[in-house]
Every structure is written in C-alpha cells, then in structure tokens.
C-alpha cells in the first residue's frame, strides 16, 4: 500500500513463487528455511551498520515490497519492483497569520480523520494509556460521536496492581471514570481481567523478531477488543513519531550559518529536551558542531582512534567476535 502500512512478503525461488501478508506464514511451505537474516539483526544492534537490504525480512530467505511499490513477477518466474507512489512535499509550505488558525486547520483534520474511523460496524473501541496521543484521540471522539446515533465508546487498559501509586495508571482512570462498565482493564503484572498470562506467551512466541514483542500490551488490547467483537480499535501507539526528531537536529542550523539560533536551540535543549538536558548547552553544541562540518573520514577516523585504544573494537561488544568478522563489522 501507498505508506506501507500492510506489509507482503514473498520467496520466489527455482519451484514456485508465494506471498503472505506476514513473513512467518511462508515458513509453512517446503523449502522455505527459519534461518534469521543477520544484517537486520546487525543494524538493529549496530544502528551504524547500514549495509543490509530493506527489503529483506528477519528471515533470510523472505523478501517484502516497501510502502509504494509493487512487483511483476514474469512467466520465467523472475519478480521485479517498481516504485508506484512517493510522497511529494507541497510546492509551497501552508502558512497561517495566527497560531489559532493553525491550530483550527490541525483540529480540523484531526477531526475527519477520527470521523472517518467511526465508520466502523458496532460501537468502536479505542485503546487508552496515559499519555498525550491516546488521551487527544479520546478527547475528539468526545466531540464526534455524538453526530453518530446508537453507537458508544468502549475503551481497553492496562493498569498497575497497584494503581494509587502509579501515576499512568491514575490518568487512564481519570479519562475512562464516566464509561462504567464499557472501560475495560487487565492489572499488570498479575494479569487479572480481559487477558491472561498465556495470551501474553503465545503472542510472543508467534513472531520470529523482536520489533511486534516489544509492543505486546497494545496487541493484548487489540485481542480483547477484537473478543468484544469490535471491528477497529483507535490507539495512539508511536504517535510521538510525527514529531521525532534526531538528536543532532541543531547541526541543521548550524550548517545553514544561523549560529544564534543554534545556541539557542542548545540553551533550550539542555533544560527541556529529555535525553539532551543532562551535557549542557555548550556540549550539545559541541556534538552538533561536529555532526554538521566532521568529514565522513575524519569520523572514521575517530572510531579507528577508539578501537585501537581499547585494543580491539570487538574486545567489549555485545556480538559474538566471529558473527561480527562474518559481517565485516
């Protein structure tokens, strides 16, 4: 699909060419071994390491299209992907005189974009945490619903055993209190209510990778909403990645020459940026600095300087030496 939302991975070899909609259901087929793919396991260790082929699934032997493309497989059984879509930017940034109009032009989208997610067959469900991106989704379906006759809302948490002392848990109370019995919550870690410990277990067992087991807690929402018989859940899980930016974001300006708002992007950053706030402005500028104007080879440089004072740059690593040399590391 057009943003790669809905992955399909596919084995093409010498006996036939399949395709699933997940990875893990092609090892049902003969031929198709479980060997993981080490680059990918590489990179997700080594975040440096970039010389693995996206479309490679976590096993070996499977391949996925990318958001946008699509594949002609030819009668000789030879698979080719083209790219179909790309996101363009617009020609010319949307500007707003005030910071209200801009707010009214992001509520109004968001407010289609819930609306149009209503459309679903019986009451919709939304998962509820304590934070900021569930909480906005909650609060807009306030506003909608009610255009929406005969339908209420159903809610699914996790909370703490002991919710009086933990804060997350204090707030999904406080934004469910009203729905009575339509909010529905499994305790952590005992697991009593809607989910039980062996739903947990299977649903961890059943992916080969890491990057779904990391998100188990939002799947068990979606299974208990999905045994309520609700056909769609609203949840604002990675929603803060619309608004990720990389650590070394104030190289941006510096490259550009705009030194004060540089400094004083760093001078912000170290009293309210979450994981910058504790070097101080002068080192974050200092790191900045050589993100923006360091050479690719005097970087490499620096690394090599640092493995030959340790004395070997696999001599602390968490990676086993020969998986490490086999890759080239």
């Known amino acids: 699909d057009h943003l790669g939302a809905k992955s399909l991975a596919f084995v093409c070899n010498q006996r ?15 031929d198709v071994s479980s060997k993981p793919n080490e680059e990918l396991i590489a990179h997700i260790l080594l975040p440096a390491f970039q010389d693995f082929n996206p479309r490679k699934s976590w096993l070996s032997e499977v391949d996925g299209l990318m958001a946008g493309e699509y594949l002609v497989l030819t009668p000789e059984g030879k698979p080719s992907v083209h790219e179909y879509w790309q996101l363009e930017p617009p020609e010319q940034e949307d500007s707003y005189i005030s910071e209200r109009e801009s707010k009214e032009a992001f509520l109004e989208v968001f407010s289609e974009a819930v609306r149009c997610r209503l459309r679903t067959a019986g009451d919709p469900a939304a998962m509820i945490s304590g934070g900021m991106d569930s909480a906005s989704i909650r ?14 809302l159903h809610t699914y948490s996790a909370i703490s055993d002991s919710p009086d002392s933990c804060v997350e848990s204090q707030c999904i109370l406080s934004l469910t209190d009203e729905l009575g019995d339509r909010a529905h ?46 056909r769609m859940l609203f949840h604002g899980a990675s929603g803060d990645i619309t608004t990720d930016t990389p650590l070394d974001y104030i190289a941006y300006f510096l ?3 705009r030194l004060l708002k540089a400094w004083k992007e760093c001078r912000l950053a170290s009293r309210n940026h979450t994981y910058m706030h504790i070097p101080g402005p002068f080192k974050i500028l200092a790191r900045n600095a050589w993100s923006a104007w360091a050479t690719p080879n005097l970087k490499l440089l620096r690394s090599n300087a640092r493995w ?15 998986f490490a040399h086999k890759l080239n590391l």
Do not use: Y
């Open 16 to 30: 036939f060419f399949a395709f699933a909609s997940e990875s893990e259901a092609l090892l049902r087929l003969p």
């Open 139 to 152: 609060a807009m379906i306030c506003q909608v619903l009610p255009e929406i006759p005969n339908k209420s």
């Open 185 to 230: 919550f499994v305790s952590v870690p005992s697991f009593k209510g809607m989910i039980t410990l062996e739903d947990v277990l299977d649903a961890a067992w059943s992916k080969p990778h890491p990057v779904d087991n990391h998100l188990l807690l939002p799947a068990m929402m979606c299974l208990a909403a999905s045994r309520h018989n609700h």
């Open 255 to 257: 490259r550009q020459g």
């Open 308 to 322: 030959h004072k340790s004395g070997s740059p696999l001599k602390n690593s968490i990676l086993a030496p020969e």
